[in-house]
């Protein structure tokens, strides 16, 4: 048969193509596809929306609202076994932290739309206002004593008042705004107008707070302070030399305190001790330990039936635990993180120092509180009776909290990018100034003096 005869069946086309090689398969994968591709197009939205100008606003604002909101529902969960030991209703305590949370949300609103300009004017009233109050708590007669620590005044039936928390907030506005006015003069690279009056007036704070006892605010005072001369530049040798004072101050307070020495104690305890010393301590780990992975349910703890003291203040985080499991424990230092990442944000590009020293500081008093109450539920620090911010059950404590998250909102607005994003967003519907109006027929038509079309 011919060599270019065509077999039967087959056509042309075929007969040629057997002669002919096929092309080489291309192994890699065309740019742009594959599972790392993916990847990094995902980490580069993610990357976009990170930087969108108003990432730290979003942030801030819904970090705070699923906390205070997970935290009604904890204080709900935690409290109404102890409400029905005392014979009240079981949602007395969560009606208190409700009605503290709303008043909590129109300081929030209140805050988030006053200017800056307002809120450094405010600085001296609330500072005085702060320490009126605490000065009146150690008048025999009028403060009143809880768990051994004299920091509350009644304000009449079930509702009282801890002027302490309101000294983390006087102390952030008032220091921000001397700091900020030095700064502007350029004095705060001297180290006498560093530390005065910011470093006197902060201990005024810390002694009339530990006359009452109450260590756990002292520390978080501290911190704040701390965080305000961090902001403010100051030299490494007087921050150590600051912080080595006020460690030594510390210790001796421990070390003449027999209660706070039962509390350093009980470090990593596993068991109660010798007269139930590390109760709480032991029986928060184990609430914290029968949660597993998802918790035994919300409503199911065990430990809330009087095993667990202070079980929604304090430690509310081990009753999370219990109920919620890691998953739920997780979500809420995700929260926090969120939430301190947002303020730091918001603190490192803003360009006026008021707002800088203010946002730093708020970031700083959350954050460290949340650290020192988690790191006490856990075991890894002292029980210093501290609330979990925005958390906790204590109206006292999320009044000045929401206030000063009602700051960092405001300062995230302020921002020249933020403000630009936030104007585009105004409704553009109905009658407007520009001469556009919307018809019927879903056209955009321009406005004539005769109203002809």
Known sequence: MPAKQMLPGRRPSAVKAQGRKRPAVNSKRPAGRGP?????RTQRQLQKAWDRPLTAYYLIFGSSLLITVLGLVMVYSASMIKALQLGLGDAYFFKKQFLAALIGGVLLLVASRMPVKLHRALSYPVLAGTLFLMVLVQVPGIGVSINGNQNWISLGGPFMLQPSEFGKLALILWGADLLARKGDK???SQWKHLLVPLVPVAFLLLGLIM?????GTAMILGAILFGL????????RMFVGVLAFAGAIVALLIKTSPHRMDRLECLGATEPGKNDLCWQAVHGIYALASGGWFGSGLGASVEKWGQLPEAHTDFIFAITGEELGLAGTLS????????GYAGIRVAGRTEDS??????GGVTTWITAQAVINIGAVLGLLPIAG???????YGGSALLPTMFAVGL???FAREEPAARAALAMRQPKTGWRRTGVRWKSMRRRVKKRPSGER
């Open 354 to 359: 008021f707002v800088r020293f203010a946002a």
């Open 408 to 410: 960092l909102i405001a």
């Open 211 to 215: 006359l009452g006892g109450d260590m």
């Open 386 to 392: 501290v609330p979990l911010p925005l958390f906790s």
């Open 332 to 339: 809420v230092l995700a929260l926090f993180a969120a939430l």
């Open 186 to 188: 350029g004095l705060l």
């Open 36 to 40: 790392l591709a993916g990847l990094r």
């Open 229 to 236: 001369l961090w902001l403010a530049g100051a030299p490494t």
